[in-house]
């Protein structure tokens, strides 16, 4: 895996890979830790220093699943990714070196949603409108920005929300910056009792996996 980055949204998941990366006695690849949003990352990828583009890229972190056929703690590599009716390809090339890793690993088609998709109803919509498996904030930003560069690109995630159960509204707790806001993240948390524990269990068990997929990705030795 050599000049190759990791795009991972910043907090809890970039931690999660960092943590994974620690038992990897070669040489490490760089680790980014990106805003969370779609148009946050947007604004962070226009002040890329395109001379210094690696040869792959992979965005790891976690996900919503739209469909019943995942759930949570599911390892899933994307096909294709959705955002507003434009779809990019991911790399083939890359997917299938990615797709040979030790755990289970689904080829699913993502979708980037500018906003977090709380709701089981919407979720469950949002997949047979689509035709997605899964749902994610950043993903469709940067296929579009480093494929016309030549980059390879993959997208590797875990499922952290089934599409059955409602999770809380935490929309108002992204900052413009793509940073999560300490009180409004308490606060819809604390509104939503059920919804946040179910939230943070499958967060919790999510990061686990992420922890352990980068490991098994990257430190093979």
């Known amino acids: 895996m050599m000049n190759t980055v990791i795009l991972v949204p910043q907090g809890a998941e970039y931690k999660a890979v960092c943590r994974g990366l620690r038992q990897n006695t070669e040489s490490t690849p760089r680790v980014l830790a990106i805003p969370v949003g779609m148009q946050s990352f947007t604004k962070y990828l226009q002040q890329w220093d395109k001379q210094q583009s690696p040869a792959k890229v992979v965005v790891m972190g976690l996900c919503g699943s739209l469909s019943q056929n995942y759930a949570v703690g599911d390892v899933v590599l994307y096909q294709s990714c959705t955002y507003q009716g434009q ?91 793509g940073s999560l806001q300490t009180l409004p993240l308490a606060w819809g948390l604390i509104s939503q009792p059920i919804a946040a524990t179910r939230l943070i269990r499958g967060s919790l068990q999510g990061l686990r996996v992420l922890e352990r997929v980068t490991q098994a990705l990257f430190c093979q030795g």
């Open 87 to 177: 779809v990019q390809e991911c790399d083939r090339t890359f997917m299938t070196q990615l797709s040979s890793l030790p755990p289970k690993v689904s080829l699913v088609k993502g979708l980037t949603s500018d906003r977090v998709i709380w709701s089981a109803t919407e979720k469950s919509c949002l997949g047979k409108t689509s035709n997605c498996d899964v749902v994610d904030m950043e993903s469709f930003a940067a296929l579009k920005f480093f494929q016309p560069m030549g980059v390879e690109v993959a997208v590797l995630r875990v499922v952290s929300d089934d599409c059955q159960h409602d999770i809380p509204d935490l929309t108002a707790a992204i900052s413009a910056d």
